[in-house]
């Protein structure tokens, strides 16, 4: 009787006929951690190797062959289990048998003679019940401190939690959906405090691979909230102008904007952080992971405007009606050659 999970488990049948083909006939030829590490990736398997709930949800059997001498390849040979779906890999270097095992010699030598002399398993399959585990386990351990290998299985993403985490995104939902290797790579900015300009300015050029330049101190009006203004017969205490009460609903500011430039830009790139309109193409998806990246990074007490660059090369002036819209990619009055296009500034917050 085949169990469901077992049927899964032709779960091998993603290993081609081929491919065991190979190893049985020269199985010492090939590394034991490297095969159990392209099983474990392309076995389809529903658990990864050495987390099975049940010895029968996994793509292959371990054991280790009764031997007394000492091990001349990891891997001794490669043969058909008898359920007949799976392949029983049997080991030297790593067991309860042989001269390296933790047994007394006697009962390596007790099982190697019933197995030649008497064709009697019983023995061996009866260790190989655990030694199958142990070797599984084995295997696991090595793999969960590997980086590499959380690439191999959608379902075993140990290092995107770890990376996440480093930079506390570990608790954000849909993090591991999402799955930016950017974040990864830059760990270290994204985990470096205070925030600088360079580590902004490295973020944003290895995510969308554009020319970005970054100017500090912009001036700005930082607005005063309206019960925060001065008014005649209000409040308590003295006011003085110049000190603790200023003229106006706004106050000028340069510590907290800044500026980031992109360019120079081709046409198809500059299009690609165009506000939305009518006459635009754009779905503003990079304008708005331009806008996440920044508000990530340096958070919201800082104000800050985007300025896009036009190559000269690729500015395809006015012409009546064309579908460029004015001020974004065309502009009125006199086009000096040669010269880049830095006329669109605009505050992405309001346009993503």
Known sequence: MVHAGEKAHTASSALDD???TAREKTPWDFDLFQLLRRIDAQSGAPYPLGRSPLPRYEPLRLGQLPALCFAPAEIAAIVPYPDGIRYQININNFGLFGPNGPLPLHVTEFAWQRQKQHKDYALSAFFNLFQHRLITLFWRAWADAQPCLSFDRSDNR??????ASLIGMGHVPGY???????????AGHLSRYPRNKDGLLCLLR???DLPVTLHENQFHWLAIDRDEQ??????HGGARLGNTARLGIAVADVQYAFCLELG???WSAYQRFLPASRFTTSNCDDLRQLCDWVR?????EYTWKLRITLDHQHYQGCSLGGHQPLGQSCWLGLNIPYHDRRDLCFRPDNAA
């Open 18 to 20: 081929h491919f065991w």
């Open 158 to 163: 140990r290092f995107d939690h770890f990376f």
């Open 176 to 186: 591991r959906l999402r799955q930016e290797r950017t974040h990864h790579y830059m």
């Open 206 to 208: 290895y995510h969308f």
């Open 230 to 235: 001065l008014r005649l017969h209000y409040g």
């Open 264 to 266: 120079p830009l081709s």
């Open 296 to 300: 990530g990074y340096v958070g919201l």
